[in-house]
């Protein structure tokens, strides 16, 4: 069975929970507030979280999500498999009114994100990917739509789109953007090739990279797991590759307080070794 097949209900649930989120994003005005740790949640947040919840209940897999209680988190972490979904990656982003802003999903198996869907709702653009199948994008895709998987497969574009050229293409954070990751994309420009980079928010970054738009993200600086698994999927089936830095090992989700380690997100088709030397 295709993986669209298998994972449909995730395609939905993106869907759904990026129309919920565009209701908010247009309306006249949203309240923001501050959790625990200081970062901030909007109610576009809390109904993409209820939605995808309600949503992936049917598959009868537990479900963690950036948004649920550190007490569930917790609990869901030892499941052998879950879903790991962020409601709303780039909630700055969203705040700001760029339209850089996006819905995770992500499946993890064994500390291993095996499937990934990422919804951008401002460009009506999808992506997926599972690990040892494929990856795809589609263009045009409505929040709020429930494609039918004959639609999904006819319409599909096989991912990666685009080869690396002359210029070393590198995504990095828009409101996240550390000294650390700089000194890294400088090393970069002066060992390798000369550099463009391109500030983007979100998981956008991800698909910049599975597509081939972009050939390297670069990450020193604290993310979670919930940010990096479904873009990590949908890397891995395109063909590419995400290592951490600077071990090279392949970056699980296996950490108890969430936080990924940095890493390199490398696009399919280049050498991941050359940027390890």
Not at 193 to 207: E, L
Not at 212 to 230: K, Q, V
Request: aromatic share 8%.
């Amino acid at each position: 069975m295709d993986f669209i097949s298998t994972y449909r209900t995730a395609f939905i649930a993106a869907l759904e929970a990026g129309s919920a989120i565009l209701e908010v994003y247009n309306s006249d005005e949203f309240n923001v507030t501050r959790k625990s740790d200081n970062t901030p949640v909007t109610l576009a947040d809390m109904k993409s979280h209820q939605i995808i919840h309600s949503r992936l209940k049917s598959t009868n897999i537990p479900v963690l999500s950036e948004e649920d209680s550190p007490e569930h988190q917790k609990k869901i972490k030892t499941e052998e498999k879950y879903w790991l979904i962020d409601p709303l990656d780039g909630t700055y982003e969203f705040i700001s009114r760029n339209g850089e802003f996006t819905v995770n999903i992500a499946f993890v198996e064994n500390e291993q994100p095996v499937f990934g869907v990422i919804y951008i709702p401002c460009s009506n653009l999808l992506f997926a990917g599972a690990i040892n199948q494929q990856a795809c994008m589609w263009e045009n895709i409505s929040p709020g739509n429930a494609p039918s998987v004959a639609a999904l497969l006819s319409k599909k574009i096989s991912l990666p789109l685009s080869k690396s050229n002359d210029v070393l293409t590198v995504v990095a954070s828009k409101s996240h953007l550390s000294p650390e990751t700089i000194d890294f994309i400088k090393s970069i420009d002066q060992k390798l090739k000369p550099v463009q980079i391109h500030q983007t928010g979100s998981s956008i970054k991800f698909c910049k990279v599975a597509t081939g738009e972009a050939d390297l993200y670069p990450r020193m600086d604290s993310i979670m797991e919930w940010d990096t698994a479904a873009g990590q999927a949908i890397i891995e089936a395109a063909g590419g590759c995400v290592l951490t830095w600077p071990d090279g090992d392949s970056l699980r989700c296996n950490h108890t307080d969430f936080r990924s380690p940095n890493f390199l997100a490398v696009a399919p088709g280049r050498e991941c070794k050359q940027f390890f030397r």
